[in-house]
């Protein structure tokens, strides 16, 4: 990491435990509901050893958690190159990058946490807020709001194959986002955003991974779908 924008906070706290000591859960393929794209599921092998994995291969993977409550995710991913097609957003930019939702209550009304890999690295947090609408067909890309951070660390450019963590996390107003286990944002929520209602989940776009999804145990998903 290069050194950080600003430092007025005390040290950030080690990266959450694995899953297994009581307090993070794997998110099972049962319990993720694909509102977008579609997840393989890694061998059986692999499932044993590190938790419940999963590929992304395609351009556009939107995803939720039910019966969580929104506030506190983690993805645990490898990055494995930009996908085979490539599809620009709706505003008509081309990005690759994976992230986090928080309090995903439709897919107009949704706060991200997103890390960028191309065209340029860091981390972007916005939230989108169409009262009105309930499905993205609706809504498109309107009612998007870029959250100012108080505070940001600049990440380097993600190298192919490498491993690494993105964790979000909402206590009363404030949003932090860590990397691998280290605080690189943090910022105020606004009103409109703090209103949302929903679960946790994840995004790709144009980005090929292997992930593994955790939740707090005692928020974490209690049946399957």
Partial sequence: MKPPVTSREPAPPARPPPPGDGRWASVTRE????????????AQARLVA?????????????AV???T????????????????????????????????????QDGCNVI???????PSAGIVVNFKRNPDDHQSGEC???????????????LDKLAQGDAHSLRARIAADVLTVY??????????LPADALSLEGPA?????????????????????????
């Fill in 201 to 225: 989940g994840m995004r790709t776009d144009n980005a090929r991974v292997r992930f593994e999804l955790l939740v707090p145990q005692a928020a974490g998903p209690t049946s399957h779908l």
């Fill in 50 to 62: 590190e938790g419940t994995q999963f590929t992304i291969e395609g351009p556009r993977q939107r």
């Fill in 69 to 104: 409550t929104g506030d506190d995710v983690e993805l645990r991913f490898t990055w494995l190159g930009v996908t085979d097609k490539v599809i620009p957003l709706a505003s008509g930019e081309l990005r690759e990058q994976v992230g986090l939702k928080l309090r995903a």
């Fill in 179 to 188: 990397a691998d286990g280290i605080r690189v944002w943090e910022g105020i």
């Fill in 112 to 118: 991200y946490a997103m890390w960028r890999i191309a």
């Fill in 140 to 154: 498109g890309n309107a009612g998007y709001t870029t959250i100012r951070p108080r505070f940001m660390e600049p």
């Fill in 31 to 42: 319990q993720l509901h694909i509102t977008q794209g579609a997840v393989a599921e890694q």
């Fill in 65 to 67: 958690i039910p019966e």
